[in-house]
T-cell receptor, first 116, second 114 residues
Framework: GAVVSQHPSWVICKSGTSVKIECRSL??????MFWYRQFPKQSLMLMAT?????????EQGVEKDKFLINHASLTLSTLTVTSAHPEDSSFYIC????????????FGNGTRLTVT | GEDVEQSLFLSVREGDSSVINCTYT??????LYWYKQEPGAGLQLLTY?????DMKQDQRLTVLLNKKDKHLSLRIADTQTGDSAIYFC??????????????FGRGTQLTVWP
């Protein structure tokens, strides 16, 4: 089946530093990938839609300069949290679906970011 | 707008059946999904159903869809302790695109007692 790999699984960083999270589709190509954020005991909030070869589409309220998304190839999207602050601590999950029409979305295992 | 509602908690005894319910609001939903999330992990796609179907069965899982009432349910037969997790209902809406975005419920915490 379709596998989405996310790296790292967890990261602890100091306030003010930047952190990059990778999302890879292992056995399929994905023109579009999605980045979600999940707060404790809450549902998933869509942050942005990552499009291969073009700019990401951000949801309302999500700062594009803080959450930089690069979708450089059909199998890799990266999310960089720039100048991280403690309030950016969260669980970040990416998802992707094969480029076949209306394929279901598959999710990575998530990245737990803790900013100290 | 899109709104997906789920009850937050469900407790069952091992061996019993579990039924997790979900309601959604957008009648143009094309796919409806059930995802499972274990602590500290991402989401695992359990099953999904096309909106033109009434029922789908996959081993211990049965999905029922009532389009008229916009109600979706997931039944887990012979529930095991390993089924304890959060279950998310999600709908996707395709509007002129091959890939729709997902709208999630808040998740139902299923606890299975031995």
């Amino acid at each position: 089946g379709a596998v989405v790999s996310q790296h790292p699984s967890w990261v602890i960083c100091k306030s003010g530093t930047s952190v990059k999270i990778e999302c890879r589709s292992l056995d399929f190509q994905a023109t579009t990938m999605f980045w979600y954020r999940q707060f404790p005991k809450q549902s998933l909030m869509l942050m942005a839609t990552s499009n291969e070869g073009s700019k990401a589409t951000y949801e309302q309220g999500v700062e594009k300069d803080k959450f930089l998304i690069n979708h450089a190839s059909l199998t890799l999207s990266t999310l960089t949290v720039t100048s991280a602050h403690p309030e950016d601590s969260s669980f970040y999950i990416c998802s992707a679906a094969p480029d076949r029409e209306r394929s279901p979305l598959h999710f990575g295992n998530g990245t737990r970011l803790t900013v100290t | 707008g899109e709104d997906v509602e789920q009850s937050l908690f469900l407790s069952v005894r091992e061996g019993d059946s579990s039924v997790i319910n979900c309601t959604y609001t957008d009648s143009s939903s094309t796919y409806l999904y059930w995802y499972k999330q274990e602590p500290g992990a991402g989401l695992q796609l359990l099953t999904y159903i096309f909106s033109n179907m009434d029922m789908k069965q996959d081993q211990r899982l049965t999905v029922l869809l009532n389009k008229k009432d916009k109600h979706l349910s997931l039944r887990i037969a012979d529930t095991q302790t390993g089924d304890s997790a959060i279950y998310f209902c999600a709908e996707s809406i395709y509007r002129g695109s091959t890939l729709g975005r997902l709208y999630f419920g808040r998740g139902t915490q299923l606890t299975v007692w031995p």
